[in-house]
């Protein structure tokens, strides 16, 4: 691993110590994070898979109301049964943090709260398998939403869990080992500065000593 | 106050009408992108789209992915189940974990 291009100087030594101490606290945080952020996404991920396949299957059977009820009608005549509708929806956006995440919760406000009550045509001249389709679909709607709010979910955790874990792995593999190994570098440094001072100083006080007569044979 | 709207084809989505959500009925690729695109900016939150349709614009709807403001969701139309839906959650997983864990080992 390569070392980062610093001067060795113990003021550097310094700051890079501190670095380090930092890194490693954030790579432990961060990797807390990760870990609990895998976990709901796993949770999330399980139920969402279940309702997505209910919701498959609620809705073809609806469609195939419409199919049967298209074959009755005309264009023109379906087109006019939903030309103007009696319920209108409102979806309630509110945001949940789910570890640092901004994951959005919906709720549903209708016009009209009665079941019976959202048909926009008259029963006299549809089929009833159209009756029964749209109100299997009022049903579905508010698994439909919570369809959307768990698959959004979804996709956010997994935006964020990609960035955290890319974060976790730089630090874990570059950041960190660049900085022991620079530390590594400026200690050894510093200790050789140490001994080669040392060493002057032995030798300078056996030429001192030599030339005022009392020197001892070199060895 | 925001709203819900389906995209898709004439037969699949006029049934949400009924319940009240924005329908904006589509058969080619740039009407459904134009409506998508025209839903996202009016206060939509939540956009269904029908798997045959979704399928032909990736792009566009990989906008949204990232975005809180708008969920753009598959659903099937009346002409079936392609399975995008369960496509795009294995490859949030996949996005997530580094691998796809949910799929089962018979390749499925």
Redo the contacts between chains.
């Keep these: 691993m390569a070392r980062l291009n610093v001067n060795p100087t113990r003021m550097e030594l310094s700051n890079l110590k501190r670095k380090l101490a930092t890194a490693t606290r954030g790579h432990k945080l961060l990797k807390d994070k990760r870990d609990e952020l895998?976990r709901q996404?796993l949770e999330i991920?399980k139920s969402?898979?279940l309702l997505?396949q209910e919701?498959?299957k609620e809705?073809?059977i609806?469609?195939q109301g419409?199919?049967a009820a298209?074959a009755l009608l005309s264009?023109e005549m379906?087109?006019q049964t939903?030309l103007y509708?009696?319920?209108?929806?409102?979806?309630?956006?509110s945001?949940q943090n789910v570890m640092s995440v901004?994951?959005?919760v919906?709720g549903i406000?209708?016009?009209t709260d009665e079941a019976a009550d959202?048909?926009?045509y008259s029963f006299a001249t549809t089929p009833a398998e159209l009756d029964d389709?749209?109100l299997r679909?009022?049903a579905l709607?508010s698994k439909?939403?919570t369809?959307?709010?768990k698959?959004?979910t979804?996709?956010?955790?997994?935006?964020e869990?990609?960035k955290t874990?890319r974060r976790v792995n730089a630090l874990e593999y570059v950041m960190i080992p660049q900085y022991q190994e620079t530390i590594r570098y400026i200690v050894m440094k510093l200790d050789e500065n140490e001994r080669g001072n040392t060493t002057r100083l032995m030798k300078v006080k056996d030429m001192v000593l030599k030339d005022a007569g009392y020197g001892r044979e070199p060895a | 106050m925001y709203k819900a709207a389906v995209i898709g084809d004439r037969q699949s989505v006029m049934g949400f009408r009924a319940l009240g959500l924005t329908v904006e009925c589509a058969e080619t690729p740039e009407q459904a992108s134009g409506a998508l695109h025209r839903l996202a900016e009016t206060n939509h939150a939540v956009i269904y789209i029908t798997e045959q349709l979704a399928s032909k614009i990736p792009q566009e709807i990989a906008q949204y992915l990232d975005l809180p403001q708008v969920a753009v969701i598959p659903i099937p139309s009346k002409d079936g189940v392609l399975g995008i839906g369960d496509r795009e959650l294995h490859s949030a997983v996949e996005r997530a974990v580094g691998a796809d864990i949910l799929r089962s080992p018979d390749g499925d």
């Excluded at chain 1, 979804?154 to 935006?159: E, G, S």
């Design positions: 895998m996404f991920v969402c898979q997505r919701v498959e809705l073809v609806a469609y419409f199919s298209s264009p379906i087109e939903f509708p009696k319920q209108s929806v409102e979806i309630d956006m945001f901004q994951v959005p919906y406000k209708t016009k959202i048909f926009p389709s749209v679909l009022s709607l439909m939403l369809l959307a709010e698959e959004k979804v996709k956010l955790l997994a935006q869990i990609e874990r």
